[in-house]
């Protein structure tokens, strides 16, 4: 009998080890060029669309390829995607021209910053203006130290931007050639901020209450009381991408993680990497 037992346990723990196994199944892996990565099960491919389900949801997703810089299939085989050669991009470039502004030198350009979600995959739009703007403010503040370099007013560029059906969800699909024609400017900045945010508790306990002292002098305590607080504290995980171009070339790549995970420490990585960019000279 005892024999039986260790027979089904032995067979229970090997039923419950393959089970643990196939639900730790590797997924496929999208890169999208706004650098989100998504994790799921390729169900469907063509040559315009990609299809997909996300982990333990069956709703089936669709995603233009255009949007996509590789996948990293579960197989171990990676396929990329040329923005240039998408159906997509190749009927939109045919199917409008790009208007070009008159060219002015030494000028640069902020371009709107995706603010991403990472979990949930959404963009802000608020977020994306203000971040925008941030950095526009920090160029105009140090305008002596990227001389011969002046900044373009925002609202020239966002009206040019505009009027090209270009903002913060689309603005990585457009070649950064294509953008100083729209822009009419030799000089342009480029980022991205990419974030998650996480939640600690914390509690903490008061007590209180009467005492007594007996005929052995020894405390006696009575009618205690304790309150329990909870809280909650946010924690903000940034990456911040920051990118410079001059005719054409990219001629400054950086990433940083802010040292802090407080609401607004990505506006300290901004301010770093604009001070260690090659248009920034110290004085």
Request: glycine fraction near 2%; proline fraction near 3%; aromatic fraction near 8%.
């Amino acid at each position: 009998m005892k024999k039986t037992k260790s027979l089904l346990a032995l067979l229970l723990f090997f039923i419950t080890l393959f089970s643990f196994a196939q639900s730790r199944k590797k997924l496929d892996r999208i890169v999208k060029r706004d650098y989100q990565i998504i994790e799921c099960t390729i169900l469907k491919m063509s040559d315009k669309t990609v299809e997909y389900s996300l982990p333990g949801e069956t709703v089936q997703i669709s995603l233009d390829v255009s949007q996509i810089a590789k996948i990293d299939f579960a197989s171990g085989r990676t396929q990329t995607f040329d923005a240039s050669s998408t159906p997509s991009n190749t009927a939109q470039n045919t199917s409008q021209s790009i208007e070009t502004a008159e060219m002015k030198h030494n000028v640069i350009a902020v371009l709107p910053i995706p603010y991403l979600n990472s979990d949930s995959q959404q963009s802000s739009e608020d977020m994306a203006k203000f971040a925008q703007n941030d950095l526009y403010n920090k160029l105009l503040d140090k305008s002596s130290n990227i001389l011969p370099l002046t900044v373009q007013d925002l609202r020239t560029t966002n009206s040019l931007l505009h009027k090209a059906g270009i903002d913060h969800n689309n603005i990585d699909e457009t070649p950064i050639e294509d953008l100083e024609k729209i822009l009419g400017v030799d000089n342009i900045v480029a980022a991205k901020i990419s974030y998650t945010i996480g939640t600690a508790s914390t509690a903490t306990t008061y007590s209180s209450g009467d005492t007594k002292v007996s005929n052995n002098n020894k405390k006696v305590s009575s009618s205690d009381i304790s309150t329990t607080t909870a809280n909650n504290q946010s924690y903000y995980y940034y990456t911040v991408y920051f990118d410079m171009y001059r005719n054409k070339d990219k001629i400054y790549s950086q990433t940083r993680k802010p040292l802090l995970a407080v609401k607004d420490s990505w506006m300290d990585s901004i301010t770093y990497l604009l001070k260690r960019s090659p248009i920034y000279v110290k004085k």
